[in-house]
Antibody, heavy 118, light 107 residues
Framework: EVQLVESGGGLIQPGGSLRLSCAAS????????MSWVRQAPGKGLEWVSV???????YYADSVKGRFTISRDNSKNTLYLQMNSLRAEDTAVYYC????????????WGQGTLVTVSS | DIQMTQSPSSLSASVGDRVTITCRAS??????LGWYQQKPGKAPKRLIY???SLQSGVPSRFSGSGSGTEFTLTISSLQPEDFATYYC?????????FGQGTKVEIK
């Protein structure tokens, strides 16, 4: 059974850093496209970043240069390193898997809340 | 970037009603579109992929249609557990983009 479990969210001051984790089971992270998608409180869904099976990474313009996506194949875990956090980064962050098409998300984690506030 | 315009933004309906939600893409995306259901405090759940293919385990009252720039999600007979927010997602071109969402509420 495919499962994705995010962790690492919390309250952080503007300008701070946070690392989110997404532990996967039931499939191999490195063999799939893995993305982060976020949802600000009361708002819609926004794609944030992707890592391809080959290791290429891509980012939404809103986080480029501040966020870094990575994975640890030995732990079958996806990460999102978030630096220079802003109030507008406040959101629930979901990890999501795509198997065939790069951004056709078939499984999602339960999400972890990041709150950027002083 | 391709813009996805979803309508309506909200609707009120009764159990048993037929409900239709539309997504329009700013340019053609073939059938590279999915539909997702999200309940409060939960992750999105894929209902439809490739515009019209039903995700395994999803009730057959959900159906999708369309190709190119106009797409439709239909719930043939609304059930109590279907009250939720629905999103479309285009994955034809980078960056992927979601519609604004349609909140389906109880009348």
């Amino acid at each position: 059974e495919v499962q994705l479990v995010e962790s690492g969210g919390g309250l952080i001051q503007p300008g701070g850093s946070l690392r989110l984790s997404c532990a996967a089971s039931g499939f191999t992270v490195s063999s799939n496209y893995m993305s982060w998608v976020r949802q600000a409180p009361g708002k819609g869904l926004e794609w944030v970043s992707v890592i391809y099976s080959g290791g290429s990474t891509y980012y939404a313009d809103s986080v480029k240069g501040r966020f870094t996506i990575s994975r640890d194949n030995s732990k079958n875990t996806l990460y999102l390193q978030m630096n220079s956090l802003r109030a507008e980064d406040t959101a629930v962050y979901y990890c999501a898997r795509s198997w065939v098409e790069r951004y056709d998300f078939d499984y999602w984690g339960q999400g972890t809340l990041v709150t950027v506030s002083s | 970037d391709i813009q996805m315009t979803q309508s309506p933004s909200s609707l009120s309906a009764s159990v048993g009603d037929r409900v239709t939600i539309t997504c329009r893409a700013s340019q053609g995306i073939r059938n590279d579109l999915g539909w997702y259901q999200q309940k409060p405090g939960k992750a999105p759940k894929r209902l439809i992929y490739a515009a019209s293919s039903l995700q395994s385990g999803v009730p057959s009252r959900f159906s999708g249609s369309g190709s190119g720039t106009e797409f439709t999600l239909t719930i043939s007979s609304l059930q109590p557990e279907d009250f939720a927010t629905y999103y479309c997602l285009q994955h034809n071109s980078y960056p992927p983009g979601f519609g604004q969402g349609t909140k389906v509420e109880i009348k």
